[in-house]
T-cell receptor, first 116, second 109 residues
Framework: NAGVTQTPKFQVLKTGQSMTLQCAQDMNHNSMYWYRQDPGMGLRLIYYSASEGTTDKGEVPNGYNVSRLNKREFSLRLESAAPSQTSVYFC???????????????FGPGTRLTVL | EDQVTQSPEALRLQEGESSSLNCSYTVSGLRGLFWYRQDPGKGPEFLFTLYSAGEEKEKERLKATLTKKESFLHITAPKPEDSATYLCAVQIYGQNFVFGPGTRLSVLP
C-alpha cells in the first residue's frame, strides 16, 4: 500500500516549457487535490476533483490545468511555465468529497519544480 | 477574510523541555481543524482532527486542544525526532481547507 505517489520528484524547466505532474493513489479515495507550497506561506489549493469525472478550481488555478484520468490518477499540467510557478507541488487524496463532510487528506511526497 | 496564523514561526527546545504551538483562526464557519507534521523534503503527515471547542486529542508526546478562536499543540518532554514543521489547517463550511504557514520546531539533544 503505497498511499499517494507523485512523479517526478524534481524538475527544472525553462520559461515557456510545458510539463505534466503525475499523481496516483491506491486507497480507493474519491477526492484528489493539487496544492502548491511556497516559503512562508501555507499550502494553497490549485485544483481539486471531488469524484471521478469532475474537477474544480481552487484558490490559485491560473496557469494550470488538470485531468482526472480515472479514480486513481490526477495529473497537473503547466502549459507554459513561468518563474512564478517555481514551488513544491503536493498531491493529496481523501475518502469523502471535500465539501461533503470533514475528512482527512493524505499527501504525496511532493514535486520540487524550478522554472528558470 | 478567512485566515489561519501560526506562532511562533520557529521554536528551538532542549530535549525534555515542554512547550506549545499556537494556531489562531478567523473563519466564517469552522467544520474541522487539522494538525499535520511535515518533515523536510516530505509531504504533510496527518496527526489530529478537532471538531468543536473543548475537544482534545493525544498521540504519544503530542496533545491538541481547540477553543473557539485557536488551537494549541502541546509537546510534552520532546525528543529530537519530534523536530519538524507543524501545520495547522481549517476546513470551512461550504469551502475548502485553509492552511497556516507552519511552525518549524527544532529539538536539540
Amino acid at each position: 500500500n503505497a498511499g499517494v505517489t507523485q512523479t517526478p520528484k524534481f524538475q527544472v524547466l525553462k520559461t515557456g516549457q510545458s510539463m505534466t505532474l503525475q499523481c496516483a493513489q491506491d486507497m480507493n479515495h474519491n477526492s484528489m487535490y493539487w496544492y502548491r507550497q511556497d516559503p512562508g506561506m501555507g499550502l494553497r489549493l490549485i485544483y481539486y476533483s471531488a469524484s471521478e469525472g469532475t474537477t474544480d478550481k481552487g484558490e490559485v488555478p491560473n496557469g494550470y490545468n488538470v485531468s482526472r484520468l480515472n479514480k486513481r490518477e490526477f495529473s497537473l499540467r503547466l502549459e507554459s511555465a513561468a518563474p512564478s510557478q517555481t514551488s513544491v507541488y503536493f498531491c493529496a487524496s481523501s475518502a469523502l468529497p471535500l465539501q461533503g463532510g470533514t475528512d482527512t487528506q493524505y499527501f504525496g511526497p511532493g514535486t520540487r519544480l524550478t522554472v528558470l | 477574510e478567512d485566515q489561519v496564523t501560526q506562532s511562533p514561526e520557529a521554536l528551538r527546545l532542549q530535549e525534555g523541555e515542554s512547550s506549545s504551538l499556537n494556531c489562531s483562526y478567523t473563519v466564517s464557519g469552522l467544520r474541522g481543524l487539522f494538525w499535520y507534521r511535515q518533515d523536510p523534503g516530505k509531504g504533510p503527515e496527518f496527526l489530529f482532527t478537532l471538531y468543536s471547542a473543548g475537544e482534545e486529542k493525544e498521540k504519544e508526546r503530542l496533545k491538541a486542544t481547540l477553543t473557539k478562536k485557536e488551537s494549541f499543540l502541546h509537546i510534552t518532554a520532546p525528543k529530537p525526532e519530534d523536530s519538524a514543521t507543524y501545520l495547522c489547517a481549517v476546513q470551512i463550511y461550504g469551502q475548502n481547507f485553509v492552511f497556516g504557514p507552519g511552525t518549524r520546531l527544532s529539538v536539540l539533544p
